[in-house]
């Protein structure tokens, strides 16, 4: 069965510090997804991917990069966090036009 | 631009009764249509998509869904939920062959016993 695992699945950062999050896919997907959830807004897509070494903006990039060092592997990355990108983080994959796999979240509070 | 909106946030049916969430989109040319589910603290599962064809189309656990490119809906349905229905529903939709797929806010479902 097709699989997206995230770790960590909680995470504690300090306003200023570094985060990564990551994400992995068994599915063998070319594309994969960071979105963010927040109450009122849904989901909303931070950066994406169509194959390794690829990462694209979606539409609130802005204090976030990503790494697609591989086809399983999509990394978000915050490298100075602050109290706002305090959220749900959900990785996806899929391919071009098909349903997506969400992972299980990851829970971020930047204090 | 591209978008996809449920106009309700919160919809409580009773256990047993029938079920009628909303999803309009925008979008040029018909796009694929799908509707998630997001259980508590969950990530979102497929329930059911759109490609073309047949514009009422079957999903998991007794749920469908109707295309209707006249009134660019695709609204999803139950003929009756189960207290275990009650969780976030999207509805989404990209474009052929895009990568991006456009969500809706989401409406929380909750069944009263």
């Known amino acids: 069965e097709a699989a997206v695992t995230q770790s960590p699945r909680n995470k504690v950062a300090v306003t200023g510090g570094k985060v990564t999050l990551s994400c992995n896919q068994t599915?063998?997907?070319?594309?994969m997804y960071w979105y963010r959830q927040d109450t009122g807004h849904g989901l909303r897509l931070i950066h994406y991917s169509y194959g390794a070494g690829s990462t694209e903006k979606g539409d609130i990039p802005d204090g976030y990069k990503a790494s697609r060092p591989s086809q399983e592997n999509f990394s978000l990355i915050l490298e100075l966090a602050t109290p706002s990108q305090t959220s749900v983080y959900f990785c996806?994959?899929?391919?071009?036009?098909?349903?997506?796999?969400f992972g299980p979240g990851t829970r971020l509070t930047v204090l | 631009a591209q978008s996809v909106t449920q106009p309700d946030a919160r919809v409580t049916v009773s256990e047993g009764a029938s079920l009628q969430l909303r999803c309009k989109y925008s979008?040029?040319?018909?796009?694929?249509l799908f509707w998630y589910v997001q259980y508590q603290r969950q990530g979102l599962q497929l329930l059911l998509k759109y490609y073309s064809g047949d514009p009422v189309v079957q999903g998991v656990n007794g749920f469908e869904a109707e295309f209707s490119k006249s009134d660019s809906s695709f609204h999803l349905r139950k003929a009756s939920v189960h207290w275990s229905d009650s969780a976030v529903y999207f509805c989404?939709?990209?474009?052929?062959?895009?990568?991006?797929?456009?969500f809706g806010s989401g409406t929380r479902l909750l069944v009263s016993p």
């Open positions: 979008y040029s040319g018909t796009p694929y």
């Open positions: 599915n063998n997907h070319n594309n």
């Open positions: 989404a939709a990209s474009s052929t062959g895009g990568y991006k797929v456009v």
């Open positions: 996806a994959s899929g391919d071009a036009g098909n349903e997506q796999y």
